[in-house]
Nanobody, 125 residues
C-alpha cells in the first residue's frame, strides 16, 4: 500500500521559515513526479510546486516563486518544501502528492495518483 506522510507543519510568524517533508513508500520513487498542493477552507486545492522524478526540473505557482523551494532525495524516498518569508496567505493544509508521470510538472490535482494526509501550516501576523 502506497503511503505519503507529510511532516514539518506548524504555527509560525510572518517572515519565518518552515521545511515540510514527505516520506513516500513508493518502491520506484524516482519514477514519480512529486508535487505539493495546499488547501484552505472555501477554496479549491491549489498547486504550489512540483519536481520531476530525477529532480532536474521544478515548477512553482507565481505566488511562492523566490520564497519556496521544492527538492527531493531519491535515496531517502523523500520530497521537501522549504518555505521562506512566509506570509499569512500561505496558511493552509499542505499536501504531498505523487504522479506516475515522472517527467511532467503537473499543476492539476487530477494529475496525481497518490496523496498524503496533509500537514497544517499557520502563519500569524
Amino acid at each position: 500500500q502506497v503511503q505519503l506522510v507529510e511532516s514539518g507543519g506548524g504555527l509560525v510568524q510572518a517572515g519565518d521559515s518552515l521545511r515540510l517533508s514527505c516520506a513516500a513508500s513508493l518502491r520506484t520513487f524516482s519514477t514519480y513526479g512529486m508535487g505539493w498542493f495546499r488547501h484552505t477552507p472555501g477554496k479549491e486545492r491549489e498547486f504550489v510546486a512540483a519536481v520531476t522524478g530525477n529532480g532536474a526540473r521544478t515548477r512553482y505557482v507565481d505566488s511562492v516563486k523566490g520564497r519556496f523551494t521544492i527538492s527531493r532525495d531519491n535515496a531517502k524516498n523523500a520530497v521537501y518544501l522549504q518555505m521562506n518569508s512566509l506570509k499569512s496567505e500561505d496558511t493552509a493544509v499542505y499536501y504531498c502528492a505523487a504522479s506516475s508521470s515522472s517527467w511532467s510538472l503537473n499543476v492539476e490535482v487530477s494529475g496525481y495518483n497518490y496523496w498524503g494526509q496533509g500537514t497544517q501550516v499557520t502563519v500569524s501576523l
